[in-house]
């Protein structure tokens, strides 16, 4: 029998009983009313997340396939967009950006660090002819555990055509995030994070400014087609097949965003980011990020104790506690390991996970004394 796992990964994520429940329905026709209700409830209670009015767009695929949506709907072949990065999935947009012929200007910021909206502005005040048409950025970055300052880059522009593009995959519903008040053009969301549900569906938010380069761009295109997309979606419909049951899952899952408010939801994460904080900083350990300002509130990114690996680490916590944990990604593969606390995680989950790693790292040899970590953070819960 396998037994519930404590499952803190920065995606997939813990997914809610009543949500696992509501994919047992009967399928139904995707052409058909009772489908159509439900796409028409995700839309509208998606754009509350995103804090937009504007379209929404469900898509069944990864947020990968969202990330590569929005390059063939808004970026045409030849044209002159800014990579801005600092891990990872910065990586990722430049890799599929160049794959649809975009001229792409890569600008690191270096993993660990957050975006400096200043070198944006710089750049951008230098682009007189407005050749730059996009930025495409990440909101919240899970392999190094930062969360970028998406207004602050908005706000860079000054007035700069430049469409701005953001990959909020694991940042929305953990992190704050405004679309329309913070005047970002085009944003995509996956349903394995903070909506608590499988993955399979990814959420493409696009403004009206969006929308209209979408209307002449040129990019190669079928599955991904936003354009006709938004034709079916008037008829209550998507183009293609949908992942039903993920359907099923997000329409329940949302629910408890109408219910809890979508700005509760993002507090709680941050709490979680703290209460994680606060137990591993009280072992010793020392975090990536020690700027709580960029701090992910979905994910914490810890370095491993000289002459601790981190996978044999992750080996025996899965082994000895059913606690399941991240691996470090790039050139953090080998010296960090990862604690989720993005969706449906409660503050007992954490401090278990806290326990075991304390077990752990002593069998391993870790100068670590026990009880330390859960102490704290059972003194920060106390004190809430």
């Given at each position: 029998?396998?037994?519930?796992?404590?499952?803190?990964?920065?995606?997939?994520?813990?997914?809610?009983?009543?949500?696992?429940?509501?994919?047992?329905?009967?399928?139904?026709?995707?052409?058909?009313?009772?489908?159509?209700?439900?796409?028409?409830?995700?839309?509208?209670?998606?754009?509350?997340?995103?804090?937009?009015?504007?379209?929404?767009?469900?898509?069944?695929?990864?947020?990968?396939?969202?990330?590569?949506?929005?390059?063939?709907?808004?970026?045409?072949?030849?044209?002159?967009?800014?990579?801005?990065?600092?891990?990872?999935?910065?990586?990722?947009?430049?890799?599929?950006?160049?794959?649809?012929?975009?001229?792409?200007?890569?600008?690191?910021?270096?993993?660990?660090?957050?975006?400096?909206?200043?070198?944006?502005?710089?750049?951008?005040?230098?682009?007189?002819?407005?050749?730059?048409?996009?930025?495409?950025?990440?909101?919240?970055?899970?392999?190094?555990?930062?969360?970028?300052?998406?207004?602050?880059?908005?706000?860079?522009?000054?007035?700069?055509?430049?469409?701005?593009?953001?990959?909020?995959?694991?940042?929305?519903?953990?992190?704050?995030?405004?679309?329309?008040?913070?005047?970002?053009?085009?944003?995509?969301?996956?349903?394995?994070?903070?909506?608590?549900?499988?993955?399979?569906?990814?959420?493409?938010?696009?403004?009206?400014?969006?929308?209209?380069?979408?209307?002449?761009?040129?990019?190669?295109?079928?599955?991904?087609?936003?354009?006709?997309?938004?034709?079916?979606?008037?008829?209550?419909?998507?183009?293609?097949?949908?992942?039903?049951?993920?359907?099923?899952?997000?329409?329940?899952?949302?629910?408890?965003f109408d219910e809890v408010g979508v700005d509760a939801v993002?507090?709680?994460?941050?709490?979680?980011?703290?209460?994680?904080?606060?137990?591993?900083?009280?072992?010793?350990?020392?975090?990536?990020?020690?700027?709580?300002?960029i701090a992910s509130p979905a994910v914490t990114a810890v370095?491993?104790?000289?002459?601790?690996?981190?996978?044999?680490?992750?080996?025996?916590?899965?082994?000895?506690?059913?606690?399941?944990?991240?691996?470090?990604?790039?050139?953090?593969?080998?010296?960090?390991?990862?604690?989720?606390?993005?969706?449906?995680?409660?503050?007992?989950?954490?401090?278990?996970?806290?326990?075991?790693?304390?077990?752990?790292?002593?069998?391993?040899?870790?100068?670590?004394?026990?009880?330390?970590?859960?102490?704290?953070?059972?003194?920060?819960?106390?004190?809430?």
């Open positions: 029998m396998r037994l519930q796992e404590y499952f803190l990964l920065p995606g997939p994520t813990n997914v809610p009983n009543n949500v696992l429940r509501s994919m047992a329905a009967p399928m139904i026709n995707h052409r058909g009313p009772a489908f159509q209700e439900i796409l028409e409830a995700i839309t509208e209670k998606s754009k509350k997340v995103f804090k937009t009015k504007h379209e929404v767009f469900t898509l069944t695929a990864s947020g990968t396939g969202g990330l590569e949506a929005a390059v063939v709907n808004f970026i045409n072949p030849g044209e002159k967009v800014i990579v801005a990065s600092i891990g990872n999935f910065g990586e990722r947009f430049e890799k599929i950006a160049k794959q649809y012929d975009a001229d792409v200007e890569f600008i690191d910021f270096g993993w660990g660090n957050a975006i400096d909206p200043e070198v944006l502005e710089e750049r951008l005040a230098k682009d007189v002819n407005h050749e730059i048409k996009a930025i495409l950025c990440q909101h919240n970055e899970t392999s190094t555990a930062v969360v970028n300052p998406i207004k602050a880059v908005s706000e860079a522009r000054k007035g700069h055509p430049a469409l701005l593009i953001v990959d909020t995959v694991s940042g929305l519903g953990a992190a704050e995030f405004d679309m329309d008040g913070w005047n970002v053009d085009v944003a995509i969301a996956g349903s394995q994070k903070a909506f608590m549900a499988p993955p399979g569906l990814a959420f493409l938010a696009a403004n009206e400014r969006a929308m209209k380069k979408a209307e002449t761009c040129t990019n190669h295109k079928f599955y991904f087609n936003l354009l006709e997309a938004r034709k079916w979606l008037e008829k209550g419909q998507t183009p293609f097949t949908p992942a039903i049951s993920v359907f099923y899952a997000v329409e329940e899952a949302l629910r408890y993002v507090r709680d994460h941050y709490r979680h980011r703290d209460l994680v904080r606060t137990g591993l900083k009280a072992m010793g350990l020392e975090l990536l990020i020690k700027d709580d300002a370095k491993c104790p000289e002459g601790i690996d981190p996978a044999k680490l992750r080996k025996l916590l899965l082994e000895k506690f059913n606690i399941v944990i991240a691996g470090g990604q790039g050139k953090f593969s080998t010296s960090t390991f990862r604690v989720g606390h993005l969706g449906a995680v409660q503050d007992m989950d954490l401090i278990a996970a806290i326990s075991g790693l304390e077990m752990v790292l002593k069998i391993m040899g870790a100068d670590i004394s026990l009880g330390q970590g859960v102490r704290a953070m059972e003194e920060a819960l106390l004190a809430e």
